[in-house]
């Protein structure tokens, strides 16, 4: 279970987050929505420590990340998986070799496990023959799928996805989302989706938080989502929904 | 490329080390596989040898000096060096430092002990020899030439203060002042014997300086050759000069007890009474033969008398 | 102004120290290290033997040539010449020499490669992973500047004597035999050691430098390429500091 308590965060004169508290319950699937530039990824790097908040608390499993050593940080991170928003691939390494590289640091399987483990991890994200490629060869949404299958590589309690399906094609899409939803659906695994395709909202998630002027301003089921009466997330909803696959434009001044 | 990292990197590790341990050992002058052995040895004055300067046997370069320091202990300079180990360095051998340090060119010289000795332990004193060095002529050239100039001092007031006892007019005192003049005999004649030897010495030394002028053009065998006999003239002056030291010693010692009024001579010079009193003598003793010569019969009554008994 | 000029340097040397000190912290994770710091090795040293070869080569071969030129005189024997440029080489030039040419080839590219790593996130991912980024990426890079730095002074040093003495020889300055028997007439067995020392001090300023300047890097494309800048240039004025502080504090 990850708590954020009144978690503030600015940058320079910009804030970015105030106030913000939210639960991520244990096996559930959690979607962040909001605009572009509204704090989703600040957010998620709060729940790994990656960004200390200005104020507030961020509690994984009963500790809080900001009051341990960093030894101690470090062991609840690998509780974690993260697909970063831009990919972040080690372009000092093939693609294999990036994929393979959380298995062969942290898991004791040999070798030749590994690269099972790996080519299978290609394949679920329809990749194959890659392998040797450097990432700056890839395609931007290949790169984004070499990214989430080492995200997920490790099979973690907790898997966070930045925009795991943006720049993608609405086939390949659909294809993530299904990877993301048998993910999720594994006993053990909790997943934060952060996305602008109320698609992936609607087929993986159990609940939906969405970032507004610094604040969550909504949190609920995907059903009170249909039926909620708040004009700026229905706008946004609303946007979303005609232009299915593409980043939410800002629907509400 | 098939080559790993870990490879390539200890390759160039171990070469780099061997690089550097071989070009150490080849600019010391050091064999470049042989291992050597290491000793020390103490010196009153470095004279210029440093660490790296050549270590040698009759000539030829066997090993380095590693270090040169100050041993607060011994009181002493401390020379370590490493020579090859096939170098048998037995008791009784000795080193010492060789060399002008104005052309930098100081060595550590060993005369090995004999063949069938012990072999000094590694790490052990090896005794200098220290008589062997002169190398800084500079600096010792003056001071003979004042001790020559001190010691001629001291020669002239003797023999003056000899002649002066020499020409005490009283005749009588030959018989004791023929130990002074067998004495200052001696002195003249080392004197001039070691005059001429001085001079000898001197004049070579001066060719010598000469030849050292020249030593910009010489080679380096040529000025070695210059040195050592420089060295070798040297050590005769001052042995030279030792053996005129010790004539004017004793001629000192002479005088001295003379001036103390010990023995014949020096109870006469230093008791005017006694003087006196043989003087009178003297002269009465003359008056006596005059008047035996005038009246003999006088004396040879007496002698009747003597007869009648 | 007070803030930009006197607290930002001080701010700056504490963060230097403080990365620094948690790198070193975390060298007891060796293992995870290890093939990092051989493939740093290959990098940073092996790849730049070349180089450091070449400019050792003609650092000797150009001093030996002056150095003729300024002691023609009949009075100096020609075997000084060896006794010149050797100390010279083994004491100044191959550390120096190197020192620079690193400062330029791998402290830009260190500072480069982490610059980027930070700006792309890849930094963020390997922390989010459970590594620690400090340990895993700046450990291999120092110990392998520290580790291999003196590898390339021997390299550019026996090279750069090599170039000396054929310049000498086949140029018609002194026979190889004057210029060894000069150079060993006044040859210290300490300078050698002296200059690996210096080695292992410059080795270490070029690549933490970098480090730094690149792991702290912000603002895209830019901030690598002011990262990148400011690693090269900075780590030749500290080879400066650090060459008069060595000679001032062991000679
Ligand atoms: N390291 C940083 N330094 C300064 N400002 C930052 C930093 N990271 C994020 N910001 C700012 O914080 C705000 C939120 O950024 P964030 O990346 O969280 O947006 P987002 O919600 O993920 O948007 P998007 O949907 O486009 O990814 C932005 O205005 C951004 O400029
Ligand atoms: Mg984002």
Same mark, same amino acid.
């Given at each position: 279970m990850i708590e954020v308590r009144n978690v503030y965060k600015s940058f320079g004169s910009l804030s970015? %987050?105030?106030?913000v508290s939210l639960t991520v319950q244990d096996e559930e699937t959690l979607a962040i929505i909001g605009k572009s530039g509204s704090g989703k990824s600040v957010l998620m790097k709060h729940l790994m420590g990656l960004i200390k908040p200005d104020k507030g608390e961020v509690i994984v499993d009963g500790t809080d990340i900001n009051a341990v050593s960093y030894q101690e940080l470090r062991d609840l991170r690998q509780r974690f998986g993260m697909l970063f928003q831009g990919g972040? %691939?080690?372009?000092?390494?093939n693609v294999f070799d990036n994929v393979a590289f959380p298995l062969r640091t942290f898991s004791p399987l040999p070798e030749d496990e590994v690269r099972a483990r790996v080519r299978e991890n290609l394949a679920e994200v329809q990749l194959e023959g890659v392998e040797d490629k450097a990432p700056s060869e890839l395609s931007g949404g290949m790169k984004k799928r070499v990214a989430l299958a080492r995200a997920v590589a490790l099979k973690p309690q907790y898997i966070i996805y930045d925009e795991p399906t943006s720049g993608l094609d609405p086939e390949t899409s659909n294809t993530i989302n299904e990877l993301i939803r048998s993910l999720s659906e594994q006993s053990n695994i909790t997943s934060i989706v952060v996305t602008h395709d109320m698609h992936s909202v609607l087929s993986i998630a159990d609940r939906a938080a969405f970032i507004h002027d610094q604040r969550i301003r909504w949190l609920g089921t995907i059903d009170e989502l249909h039926t909620a009466e708040d004009p700026v997330l229905n706008g946004f909803v609303r946007a979303s929904e005609y232009q299915i696959g593409k980043p939410a434009a800002a629907t509400n001044k | 490329m098939k080559y790993s990292d870990e490879l390539k990197v200890g390759l160039a590790l171990v070469v780099a080390a061997l690089v550097f341990v071989l070009g150490l050992r080849y600019f010391q002058d050091l064999p470049l596989f042989e291992t050597t052995d290491s000793y020390y040895s103490l010196v009153e004055n470095a004279a210029g040898i440093t660490s790296g300067s050549p270590v040698r046997v009759n000539g030829v370069s066997v090993g380095a000096v590693r270090r040169v320091g100050y041993d607060a202990d011994e009181r002493q300079v401390r020379v370590d060096f490493y020579v090859e180990q096939r170098i048998r360095i037995t008791e009784g051998s000795s080193a010492s430092i060789t060399g002008f340090s104005a052309i930098g060119d100081v060595k550590l010289d060993l005369s090995l002990g004999p063949a069938d000795n012990e072999r000094i332990p590694r790490g052990g004193l090896v005794p200098s020899h220290e008589e062997d060095f002169f190398g800084d002529i500079a600096d010792r050239a003056p001071a003979l030439v004042n001790r020559a100039d001190s010691l001629m001092i001291g020669m002239t007031s003797t023999m003056s203060s000899v002649s002066r006892l020499l020409e005490e007019p009283d005749s009588d005192f030959r018989k004791t002042l023929q130990s002074v003049e067998r004495t200052s005999d001696q002195v003249n004649r080392v004197l001039r014997e070691e005059q001429q030897r001085l001079a000898a010495t001197l004049d070579s030394v001066a060719h010598l300086t000469g030849s050292l002028n020249r030593i910009a053009e010489g080679s380096e065998d040529e000025i070695e050759a210059t040195l050592q006999d420089v060295q070798h003239l040297i050590k005769r002056l001052d042995s030279n000069l030792d053996s005129v030291e010790r004539s004017t010693d004793r001629l000192d010692n002479i005088l001295e007890q003379i001036e103390s009024g010990e023995g014949t001579l020096g109870l006469l010079v230093n008791d005017p009474q006694l003087y006196h009193r043989m003087d009178s003598t003297v002269v009465r003793l003359h008056e006596l033969i005059d008047d035996f010569q005038q009246n003999p019969r006088r004396y040879l009554k007496e002698l009747k008398l003597i007869d009648i008994f | 102004m007070l803030e930009r000029h006197i607290l930002g340097p001080i701010e700056a040397l504490g963060q230097y120290v403080l990365l620094l000190s948690k790198a070193f912290r975390s060298l007891g994770e060796f293992g995870i290290y290890q093939k990092n710091l051989f493939q740093q090795m290959v990098r940073i040293g092996i790849d730049s033997i070349p180089i450091v070869a070449l400019a050792g080569l003609f650092s000797g071969a150009v001093l030996t040539v002056q150095t003729a030129y300024q002691l023609e005189s009949p009075f100096i024997p020609q075997s000084i010449i060896g006794s010149i440029v050797v100390p010279s080489m083994v004491l100044e030039l191959g550390a120096v020499v190197t020192g620079f040419i690193l400062a330029g080839r791998v402290g830009a590219r260190i500072a480069a490669e982490l610059g980027t790593m930070r700006v792309t996130e890849q930094i963020d991912a390997l922390e989010a992973m459970g590594l620690n980024s400090i340990g895993y990426l700046i450990v291999p890079r120092v110990m392998a500047g520290i580790l291999m730095f003196p590898v390339l002074y021997i390299t550019a040093t026996g090279v750069g004597i090599g170039g000396g003495v054929g310049v000498a020889h086949y140029g018609g300055f002194l026979s190889a035999g004057e210029f060894v028997a000069g150079a060993r007439q006044f040859f210290s067995p300490f300078d050698p050691i002296f200059g690996l020392i210096k080695s292992f001090v410059f080795g270490f300023i070029i690549t933490s430098v970098a480090c730094y300047k690149g792991y702290y890097t912000g603002g895209g494309a830019e901030g690598v390429g002011r990262s990148t800048t400011e690693a090269a240039v900075l780590s030749c004025v500290y080879i400066l500091f650090a060459n008069l502080a060595l000679a001032v504090l062991i000679l």
């Amino acid at each position: 279970m990850i708590e954020v308590r009144n978690v503030y965060k600015s940058f320079g004169s910009l804030s970015v %987050l105030e106030d913000v508290s939210l639960t991520v319950q244990d096996e559930e699937t959690l979607a962040i929505i909001g605009k572009s530039g509204s704090g989703k990824s600040v957010l998620m790097k709060h729940l790994m420590g990656l960004i200390k908040p200005d104020k507030g608390e961020v509690i994984v499993d009963g500790t809080d990340i900001n009051a341990v050593s960093y030894q101690e940080l470090r062991d609840l991170r690998q509780r974690f998986g993260m697909l970063f928003q831009g990919g972040a %691939l080690f372009d000092s390494m093939n693609v294999f070799d990036n994929v393979a590289f959380p298995l062969r640091t942290f898991s004791p399987l040999p070798e030749d496990e590994v690269r099972a483990r790996v080519r299978e991890n290609l394949a679920e994200v329809q990749l194959e023959g890659v392998e040797d490629k450097a990432p700056s060869e890839l395609s931007g949404g290949m790169k984004k799928r070499v990214a989430l299958a080492r995200a997920v590589a490790l099979k973690p309690q907790y898997i966070i996805y930045d925009e795991p399906t943006s720049g993608l094609d609405p086939e390949t899409s659909n294809t993530i989302n299904e990877l993301i939803r048998s993910l999720s659906e594994q006993s053990n695994i909790t997943s934060i989706v952060v996305t602008h395709d109320m698609h992936s909202v609607l087929s993986i998630a159990d609940r939906a938080a969405f970032i507004h002027d610094q604040r969550i301003r909504w949190l609920g089921t995907i059903d009170e989502l249909h039926t909620a009466e708040d004009p700026v997330l229905n706008g946004f909803v609303r946007a979303s929904e005609y232009q299915i696959g593409k980043p939410a434009a800002a629907t509400n001044k | 490329m098939k080559y790993s990292d870990e490879l390539k990197v200890g390759l160039a590790l171990v070469v780099a080390a061997l690089v550097f341990v071989l070009g150490l050992r080849y600019f010391q002058d050091l064999p470049l596989f042989e291992t050597t052995d290491s000793y020390y040895s103490l010196v009153e004055n470095a004279a210029g040898i440093t660490s790296g300067s050549p270590v040698r046997v009759n000539g030829v370069s066997v090993g380095a000096v590693r270090r040169v320091g100050y041993d607060a202990d011994e009181r002493q300079v401390r020379v370590d060096f490493y020579v090859e180990q096939r170098i048998r360095i037995t008791e009784g051998s000795s080193a010492s430092i060789t060399g002008f340090s104005a052309i930098g060119d100081v060595k550590l010289d060993l005369s090995l002990g004999p063949a069938d000795n012990e072999r000094i332990p590694r790490g052990g004193l090896v005794p200098s020899h220290e008589e062997d060095f002169f190398g800084d002529i500079a600096d010792r050239a003056p001071a003979l030439v004042n001790r020559a100039d001190s010691l001629m001092i001291g020669m002239t007031s003797t023999m003056s203060s000899v002649s002066r006892l020499l020409e005490e007019p009283d005749s009588d005192f030959r018989k004791t002042l023929q130990s002074v003049e067998r004495t200052s005999d001696q002195v003249n004649r080392v004197l001039r014997e070691e005059q001429q030897r001085l001079a000898a010495t001197l004049d070579s030394v001066a060719h010598l300086t000469g030849s050292l002028n020249r030593i910009a053009e010489g080679s380096e065998d040529e000025i070695e050759a210059t040195l050592q006999d420089v060295q070798h003239l040297i050590k005769r002056l001052d042995s030279n000069l030792d053996s005129v030291e010790r004539s004017t010693d004793r001629l000192d010692n002479i005088l001295e007890q003379i001036e103390s009024g010990e023995g014949t001579l020096g109870l006469l010079v230093n008791d005017p009474q006694l003087y006196h009193r043989m003087d009178s003598t003297v002269v009465r003793l003359h008056e006596l033969i005059d008047d035996f010569q005038q009246n003999p019969r006088r004396y040879l009554k007496e002698l009747k008398l003597i007869d009648i008994f | 102004m007070l803030e930009r000029h006197i607290l930002g340097p001080i701010e700056a040397l504490g963060q230097y120290v403080l990365l620094l000190s948690k790198a070193f912290r975390s060298l007891g994770e060796f293992g995870i290290y290890q093939k990092n710091l051989f493939q740093q090795m290959v990098r940073i040293g092996i790849d730049s033997i070349p180089i450091v070869a070449l400019a050792g080569l003609f650092s000797g071969a150009v001093l030996t040539v002056q150095t003729a030129y300024q002691l023609e005189s009949p009075f100096i024997p020609q075997s000084i010449i060896g006794s010149i440029v050797v100390p010279s080489m083994v004491l100044e030039l191959g550390a120096v020499v190197t020192g620079f040419i690193l400062a330029g080839r791998v402290g830009a590219r260190i500072a480069a490669e982490l610059g980027t790593m930070r700006v792309t996130e890849q930094i963020d991912a390997l922390e989010a992973m459970g590594l620690n980024s400090i340990g895993y990426l700046i450990v291999p890079r120092v110990m392998a500047g520290i580790l291999m730095f003196p590898v390339l002074y021997i390299t550019a040093t026996g090279v750069g004597i090599g170039g000396g003495v054929g310049v000498a020889h086949y140029g018609g300055f002194l026979s190889a035999g004057e210029f060894v028997a000069g150079a060993r007439q006044f040859f210290s067995p300490f300078d050698p050691i002296f200059g690996l020392i210096k080695s292992f001090v410059f080795g270490f300023i070029i690549t933490s430098v970098a480090c730094y300047k690149g792991y702290y890097t912000g603002g895209g494309a830019e901030g690598v390429g002011r990262s990148t800048t400011e690693a090269a240039v900075l780590s030749c004025v500290y080879i400066l500091f650090a060459n008069l502080a060595l000679a001032v504090l062991i000679l």
